[in-house]
């Protein structure tokens, strides 16, 4: 069937079997190897991406549902001028990544997870967390980045407050 | 100021971040353009011969290339006389669920898992042998020929009169589980046969070893064979070398002269990439209730799986770390290694220490608990005094330095150790469900264990003033690109953005070892520093000409990475200027870094943990450590390898385990099945610092890479079973289910029904009457 993806802002098309998986649509037709698989059972969470917006788990998901939609990876997060999201920037500062093959998908559940919940707790951020699996940090720095980025949103969202007033 | 000591972010991450890394199935190369995929048809039984393989349906089915099964290994040196050897793909017989059998070829990985489905495999069932226990039997056995399954055996039994003279002896059989290592990217290889030469892109460990893995497997010089590690996406000991898998990816690419490439499912990864620990042990302590302990003795079986590969290895570092932090009258391990028909069992985070660690730490504890004296106060009784260093123990092991007393205070001290047994008093008092358990383990591993094999590197520095570090080491995680850069931007001051570090390709760096045992810095990094060592060097020989001066006027200014003459600097010379002096190659130094020996880092654990006695659920809540690898390079590095160490030990401790079957199946070969940690059933952990530098190496340093997971898994075990301890409950196995510790707590309402066998994997007095399980009144 042919499909039509927006990823990372760019309109990708191809004619592909019914059941590829979205993330194989993503690293094999679209060419974009930062979504990384980790498992067969949905339990890794290595594949998150953004699919309008919010994090799936791009392993569980058709290339056939992804039609028309829009999806951010990796390598769209940061700004166009190369500026790291925020989250990618509380990794590198606080060391929440080591191997950095769950990295991807980490960062982009926990950019979901600050839009949705933007002051978490430390508890707030393990449970939003618990579906994407990390072997290399045991979590402690992935946590902490998490929480850091949470700051830094949140002073910046005052600092343009202040601002606007 | 010295940048050695200080907290570097990591020159990897921007690259991690924003692009991914490229792992081996990212690797989009003119060199692999229409790679065929490979997918393998893996054996579905535990033990079976194999009567016929019929690949007809397959290789007709869509986008098949190729259907290749051991009557294709018509190419490959034969095993010789070896009864147990390996081969690349299963000839007439399987040992294990997930044993390769044949290889199918598509041009995609779509059609591949289509086409695996139609080979059609006829096995004739043959018993599984799933156990130790099972192994040791030997009604059946894995290897024609062999008269055992027994794959190795060493160490002397306890003396006689090791025993003699103490108060309380108490044997026990624990179990130290399987486990799987789990990286997140699973097994991967491309490969490409061309002009005579083979190239393997490998998710390895150790790009150097997997060269000389190919060369003996396919019969092929060193020379005509390049490995390639990408980004490694974890390794955790199980991606040493090259195992059969990936080799057959290299054969079938040379046999069929295509490009191939192949990555396995997690699934496969579970049943096909080895497992860790398996081991069982029979731990025997004795002493005297002034809390000294006289002798101790472990005696242990190791599991290797389906083929020995590195299982015995396991049991003679497990024998040789036996005793642990302790002083000990006798201490002794006896040890037999045997084969079974489940996965190969290797190296994973500790091989063969943690186990060491596991069963002398539950021995202590059980001692404790005999004369019931605080386990704290035992372990203060019997570590190795700081006096005593270096320390040669009765196994051999040569401890470098050491502090254990002082680790152990360091560690109570900063969890507030008596607060806690105060809080865990109040909640006994009052019969709170939620009961709160206090654990500490010392430790003491080694680590370089092989530090005669040393490590490589080559250090050139350009014209530019730029640096490149060829190393034998190589990363999958653990930061060499800053780490090793910061060895050199310390001696030759060269900025960090001018260092690049390339390692993990066997034509760049043609000779290495490569990263496992904690090796890295300690190794790779002495030898980068030697290096940088001596470019300087070399420098200020070449300087003393350019300036006319005598070397021994010259000074080295590292701010400005200049010779000059002492107080002059009108004089200075940039290593830029020095390297285009030296020649075209520039300034260049090559060091093969082989010290004596290894080095053994230390620490304490303490864990609490919260057990509901209602479900048996055990939460830990908290994980304070001490975790002393002598100097720091970079406390972030460190602190994050101390942290997923942690996490692997308490993952083992609490959740995971590698089920089979009594058939032989694998019940936990999915990520859905097999429990690997989440965040959410970690705390934030509470990191302290020591630092007890060795003096085995110029930087004073020793491996951090498996510490952590050594010293948590049995602090976690012990808080676990301390929290219901006043239910009358003494041991319970990893991983301390909810269910292992609700049972535990139900056993002890019942009156024991009968005295423990020799078989009986319960605890037994040998020389005092068994103490009844205390009870609780409600």
Known sequence: ?165 | MSILGTRVVRTEDPRLLTAGGTYTDDLRLPELAGAGRITFVRSPMAHARITGIDTSAARKAPGVIAVLTASDLDDVPSAGDNPTAEPLLAAGRVRYVGEAVAIVVTEDSYQGEDAAELVSVDYEPLPAVVTIGDALAGSTLLFDGTGSNLAAAGGDPAPDDAFSGCDVVIERRIVNQRLAPVPLEVRAAAARWADGRLTLWVSTQNAQLARGALAGSLGLPEAAIRVIAPDVGGGFGAKIAAERDSIAVAWAAKRLSRPLRWVETRNENLMGMVHGRAQQHIIKIGGTRDGRIRAYHLDLVQDCGAYPRFGPFLATLTKLMASGVYDIGYAGATFRAVVTTTTPVSAYRGAGRPEATAAIERAVDLFAAEIGMDPVEVRRRNVVPPDAFPYTTQSGAVYDSGDYAAALDKVLAAAGYAGLRAEQARRRERGDPAQLGIGVSCYVEITAGDAPLGETSRLVVDATGAATVYTGSSAHGQGHQTAFAMLVSDELGIPMDRITVIHGDTDAVPKGVGTYASRSLQLGGSAVHQAAVEVKDKARDLAAGMIEASEADLEFDVSRGAWQVRGDPETALTLAAIAERAGPDGLVADVDFRPDSPTFPFGAHVAVVEVDTETGKATLIRHVTVDDAGKVLNPVLAEGQRHGGIAQGVAQALLEEMLYDADGNPLTATLADYSAITATELPSFELIGMETPTTVNPLGVKGIGEAGTIGAAPAVQSAVIDAVAHLGVRHIDMPATPVRVWTAIRECYSEPTSEPGPSDPGERSVQMAPAGPSRVSE
Not at chain 1, 93 to 103: D, I, R, S, Y
């Open chain 1, 1 to 165: 069937m042919k499909v039509t993806v927006t990823v990372n802002g760019a309109e990708v098309a191809a004619e592909v079997e019914d059941r590829m998986l979205l993330v194989h649509y993503l690293r094999e037709v679209a060419g974009l190897t930062a979504t990384n698989i980790g498992c067969d059972t949905t339990s890794c969470g290595a594949c998150t991406i953004l699919l309008d917006g919010e994090s799936v788990k791009s392993c569980t998901v058709l290339t056939a549902q992804a039609d028309g939609h829009q999806v951010v990876t990796a390598e769209g997060l940061a700004s166009p001028d190369g500026e790291m999201h925020p989250v990618q920037r509380a990794f590198r500062a606080e060391h929440g990544l080591q191997c950095g093959f769950c990295t991807p998908g980490m960062v982009l559940a926990a950019v979901s997870l600050l839009r949705e919940n933007p002051h978490p707790t430390e508890q707030d951020v393990r449970s939003g967390l618990e579906g994407n699996l990390c072997r290399c940090t045991g979590y402690h720095n992935i946590v902490r980045a998490v929480l850091a980025a949470a700051g830094e949103t949140a002073a910046q969202q005052t600092a343009v407050g202040e601002a606007a007033q």
